[in-house]
């Protein structure tokens, strides 16, 4: 037998012996020659008895193996193709490797008595002791990846030895074709400059032809890096297809077209903006261009200004840090008006629902909604609860008025309520986690969004009709433009309009933030219908008490970043009063964003507010939460107010290190 293997087998009686010997020797020397006879004669028999059972232990081992060897095709006589090792899973010892093994990482063929870390450092064997026959991690081999796979087996010593047998199978250039296969995968783009009709307004036919060269160089440029196809398919609009071991580059390059076409201005000074939606992982081109599509509107409804990625399972965003620009038309109002009231006029009952803890621009865009109906004859129920919201007053009032006396219901009576002809109006969200009561979401088939938050991953979808602007104030403006074109004056009530108003002031901050020329125009045309600004300013009003406590919360503020004030809250508080703490901060002169967060029950609540460069809802996306650049939310469930800010200062931390 190998020597290795004897020295790993045989027992350290060496010491033992020796001892005997001396004691033998000691019985001499004190001249006890009887006794020194007897531990002669005993040391000898025992010397005889072990070498005889070693012998006999080295011949079991040696069959063993070599059975076990035969077994799999690598006995000693007839070497594996594929490298073979034998250990023994007690203490991890090699006690057997076959040629093939050996020249692969340079180790002596045959039986050895090395540790498995010294053989293959890193590499555990958890995994077969567990009764797995399948190693979790690949092994590289003499520069070859090798799958592993194993056995045990037990030797059919004394002992009954626990071994373990593992072979290594050279799956390099599978790997390779495989690696090839997915890096040269099709991606399919399409690039889209945003605001080509701003940029091109009344601008000369050799301006315009100088401003399409500019766009069609910055953008051949980007593209040329990549081995892909671009085409040209509209004024604005290229469709560009490449592989994905170049998408990988430009997501590591963040896009840079977005930056780049930032340097393109009109001769008003506008600067042009690219969104850039890519379809990849699909089964063929017509899905990856599916995918595309999906992405570019996806963008397009977040605020453009960024690229986003569709694969089968999710979307991944990139860029979006600007501030929304106005691009929209009156058109689309119109056009979306006379749809909505066409499909309430084919239903049997209308729904109109909004977000939980329905603010008044929940309401007020739910109201227009509501009045909508009216005016096609149709009953209008609008779901909400009433114990839990953020419109307490307003919500009185209405419920004064005949016209509203059975509208407001709760989700259980809608349910009930609900048929195959219903149609479910949403405001103010597109998610359908945040909607007041998901499962009547999902039992009426026809729905309508009518939403101005940047679109997140998890959008409502189906819908029938769908008025998103993220450009917009609020939702109550989106539903002010829809009554524009959808009723008569005389009949919007002036409970209506002032509801309408209301929600603006609310998301406007009484028209300091996110404001356009639309918002006013909104408001001035709510003026004209009853709506008085004093009145809606004294629904805004909070008691003694509330002011008070809105005061202790902007106490506890901590500066971070040296302009982001954070209020973290170990009680609970209520949203309107977290909602106007997070505003009130901003007042402060260096503030500009402010987070506040408060327990809920089981979760953590956080209302953030920005006037500076920081989009919150980039900084609360990532912590399930949405909304706008100026404006978002989250809830974090199951977390305590520490836990959930630390994830927030990860979140700023990322957001402002990604610049």
């Known amino acids: 037998m190998d020597k290795k293997l004897g020295r790993l087998l045989r027992p350290r009686m060496g010491m033992y012996f020796l001892v005997l010997a001396l004691f033998t020797l000691g019985a001499v020397l004190s001249r006890a020659y009887i006794l020194a006879a007897v531990e002669a004669v005993i040391t000898l028999a025992l010397v005889i008895v072990y070498l005889i059972r070693q012998r006999k232990r080295h011949r079991e081992l040696q069959t063993y193996l070599n059975s076990a060897m035969d077994a799999v095709s690598s006995a000693r006589e007839t070497e594996s193709p594929f490298p073979v090792l034998m250990l023994r899973l007690e203490d991890r010892v090699v006690i057997y490797v076959n040629s093939a093994f050996a020249s692969a990482v340079n180790f002596n063929p045959g039986f050895s008595d090395k540790p498995l870390e010294d053989v293959l450092p890193g590499f555990s064997v958890d995994w077969l002791t567990a009764g797995k026959r399948e190693s979790p991690r690949d092994v590289t081999l003499g520069g070859r990846r090798c799958r592993v796979y194993g056995t045990t087996v037990r030797a059919s010593d004394p002992e009954q030895t626990l071994l373990g047998v593992l072979y290594f199978t050279d799956l390099t250039e599978l790997y390779q074709v495989r690696d090839e296969y997915i890096r040269s995968r099709p991606v399919v783009a399409i690039i889209l400059v945003d605001n080509y009709e701003e940029l091109t307004k009344n601008m000369a036919e050799g301006a315009m032809s100088a401003l399409?060269?500019?766009?069609?160089?910055?953008?051949?440029?980007?593209?040329?890096?990549?081995?892909?196809?671009?085409?040209?398919l509209e004024r604005n609009r290229f469709l560009f297809i490449f592989e994905k071991r170049d998408m990988i580059l430009a997501a590591q390059d963040k896009f840079s077209l977005l930056e780049s076409m930032h340097q393109i201005t009109s001769p008003s000074g506008l600067a042009a903006s690219v969104s850039i939606g890519l379809g990849v992982d699909g089964a063929n081109f017509e899905e990856c261009y599916d995918f595309a599509s999906l992405s570019i509107e996806m963008a397009l409804s977040r605020g453009g200004d960024q690229a986003v990625v569709k694969d089968r399972l999710n979307f991944t965003f990139y860029g979006g840090r600007t501030k929304e620009a106005d691009h929209r038309s009156k058109v689309r109002s119109r056009v979306t008006a006379n749809s909505l009231m066409e499909l309430i006029g084919q239903s049997s009952k209308v729904f109109i629902m909004g977000h939980r803890n329905a603010d008044m621009d929940a309401v007020g865009a739910a109201v227009g909604i509501n009045c909508m109906c009216r005016k096609k004859g149709k009953k209008g129920y609008i779901v909400l609860d009433l114990d839990r919201n953020a419109s307490g007053r307003l919500l009185e009032e209405l419920r004064r008025v005949p016209e509203y006396k059975d509208v407001f219901i709760s989700?259980?009576?809608?349910?009930?309520?609900?048929?195959?002809?219903?149609?479910?109006?949403v405001v103010d969200t597109n998610r359908p986690d945040q909607v007041e009561c998901?499962?009547?979401?999902?039992?009426?088939?026809?729905t309508c969004v009518v939403d101005h938050h940047r679109r997140a991953a998890d959008y409502i979808n189906p819908v029938v009709v769908n008025f998103h602007e993220p450009y917009a104030s609020s939702a109550s403006e989106l539903v002010t433009e829809l009554l524009e074109y959808a009723v008569e004056k005389m009949d919007v009530l002036p409970i209506e309009a002032k509801s309408l108003l209301s929600g603006i002031f609310l998301d406007t901050k009484s028209f300091n933030v996110r404001t356009g020329e639309r918002t006013f125009e909104a408001a001035a045309y709510l003026r004209q219908l009853g709506a008085d600004p004093v009145e809606v300013k004294m629904l805004m009003q909070n008691d003694f008490q509330e002011t008070m406590a809105k005061y202790q919360i902007i106490r506890s503020a901590r500066m971070?970043?040296?302009?982001?004030?954070?209020?973290?809250?170990?009680?609970?508080?209520?949203?309107?009063?977290a909602a106007q703490a997070a505003d009130e901060l901003l007042n402060i002169s260096g503030i500009s964003a402010s987070f506040v967060l408060y327990p809920d029950d089981n979760q953590v609540i956080i209302s953030a507010r920005s006037i500076g460069r920081a989009n919150m809802q980039m900084i609360l996306e990532p912590l399930g939460g949405g909304g706008n650049a100026a404006t978002a939310g989250a809830q974090i469930k199951n977390v305590t107010v520490k836990e959930a800010l630390d994830r927030l200062v990860t979140s700023i931390d990322q957001y402002y290190e990604s610049e």
């Open 560 to 577: 971070y970043r040296k302009e982001i004030a954070i209020a973290a809250l170990n009680t609970g508080t209520s949203r309107v009063l």
């Open 411 to 425: 989700g259980q009576e809608a349910m009930v309520l609900a048929d195959s002809h219903s149609t479910l109006v």
């Open 438 to 446: 998901k499962p009547l979401l999902e039992a009426v088939s026809r």
């Open 212 to 232: 399409n060269a500019r766009l069609n160089e910055a953008i051949n440029s980007w593209t040329e890096g990549y081995h892909g196809l671009l085409r040209r």
